[in-house]
Each structure stands twice: as C-alpha cells, then as structure tokens.
C-alpha cells in the first residue's frame, strides 16, 4: 500500500552548549548506536582540549573548529572535482573515438600512447598536430583475411584530437594519481587499463544519459557502434559487405 502523506522534512535543532546546528550534525555523524550524551561530552571534551591549548589565539575553540572543518570541506571539493572533471573528459573521449573508429573493445583497451609497431597505439604527428591510430594486423580478430593491411593507419580530424590531446595532457594524469604509472591509453584510478566491465559500462552509462533511447533501450554498447556504421553503410551500398566488412576489420560473415 503506498503512503498517502509525504513524511515530515525533520529540523536539525543546534546544539546544547554551543547553539550550533553544524555542531548538532558534526555529533550525529560522530554518534554509535544512537549514544548522543557520550557523543556530545566528547565534542565538548574536545572543545576544552582545543581552548586550553590555543588560549592565545584570540579566538573561540567553536571558531578553531570551524575554520578547520571549513578547510578540510574545501580541500578535498577541490581535490574531487578535477578527479570528476578527468573522469568525465575519458568518456567524452571513448565516445568521440568510437564514433570514428568503431573497433573491438579489446582493441581500444589495448590502446597505448606513443608510437608502438607491435601493438595498438596512438599518437601525435607533431607536423599537423593531429591524433593517429595504429594497429598491426594481428591485433584484429579476422587478421587472416588478405584484405586486412599489414598495419591499419587512422588520422583524427582537429575536433577530436584536440579532444585526445585535453584528455591524455591533463585528465589521464589526474585519474592515475601519484601511485601508477600507465602507458596505456585509456586508464583508471585502480587499474593501469580499463577492464571491459568499466569500458562497456562507460558506454551504456553515456548513452542512458544522454542518448536517443528509441535506438537501443539502456543505452548503446561498443558492439552496437559496429552495427551501426555496417547497417548505415549496406542502406547506402546494398549488398556490399565486403566494403563494409573492411570498414570494421571484420570478416564479411
């Protein structure tokens, strides 16, 4: 049966002693089991330690506390924030790439920075200042076709490589943080690559969000970029799977 009245939205009352109500939530948060006295008396206990030892300050111990929360609050939104920011220029990236280049999440989860010849990579001509992509040909799944080229080459027009450049220059440090070190393209604050669960996630999350979701309900994985630029272009050259299937790397099956 579903509640017919909204429940009360509940005032949060200050505290005893100093009239506070950011004293009244700072306790609450510090309280086990609901024991609140005890949780006061080591606020306030606390509150003693910090006027007896800070007596020349000038100031109330309340105030000390305060400024110090406000500090501690402050540092670590301006610690998440860039973190959140990195988080979100990777997926841009991801999506901006795979609307491009539509390759196996393995192939993308492969990918390093910098020049590699025996591995997917990509990289930055310093003459045009655009992104390529390279990929030798037994990194795809169907390398035995004689179609595939020994290395298969993609260069990234401005719009996108100047996003690639925002994303490699600034937020893939940020998300490695200080402990790992990474040549890989795309990256976690975990992992030294994406594992195919957070990629297809990157996907799904996106497109829920921000997609068109009478193409696919719950969003559109990396599998489905595939079909769609095979389907677009079969509508446009009917029975040419052949073409389309280089389009993909992929066999014509």
């Not at 993609?154 to 600034?170: A, E, H, Q, R, T």
Request: with cysteine.
């Amino acid at each position: 049966e579903m509640r017919k009245t909204k429940p009360k939205k509940r005032i949060l009352l200050p505290d005893p002693k100093f009239h506070d109500s950011l004293v009244t939530r700072f306790v609450n948060n510090l309280m086990l089991q609901g024991k609140k006295s005890i949780a006061y008396a080591i606020f306030y206990d606390s509150m003693d330690m910090i006027g007896e030892k800070m007596k020349d300050s000038g100031k109330a111990p309340v105030e000390i506390w305060q400024k110090a929360l406000e500090d501690v609050t402050i540092g670590r939104q301006e610690k998440l924030f860039p973190y959140h920011k990195a988080i979100l220029m990777r997926n841009i990236c991801i999506i901006n790439c795979l609307s491009y280049i539509p390759l196996r999440s393995r192939n993308w989860r492969d990918m390093r920075v910098g020049f590699h010849p025996n591995a997917e990579c990509i990289f930055k001509d310093e003459k045009t200042n655009l992104y390529e992509l390279s990929i030798p040909k037994h990194c795809f799944k169907n390398f035995n076709q004689l179609d595939i080229p020994d290395r298969f080459v993609y260069k990234f027009p401005k719009n996108v490589s100047l996003i690639i450049d925002d994303y490699i220059n600034y937020a893939r440090s940020v998300i490695l943080g200080d402990d790992l070190i990474s040549d890989y393209f795309l990256v976690t604050s975990k992992k030294i690559k994406l594992d195919t669960n957070t990629f297809t996630s990157i996907n799904q999350t996106f497109f829920t969000k921000y997609g068109n979701q009478d193409l696919k309900v719950g969003g559109i994985a990396v599998h489905f970029f595939r079909d769609i630029v095979a389907t677009t272009f079969l509508k446009k050259f009917p029975s040419a799977y052949h073409h389309a299937a280089l389009l993909l790397m992929d066999s014509e099956q």
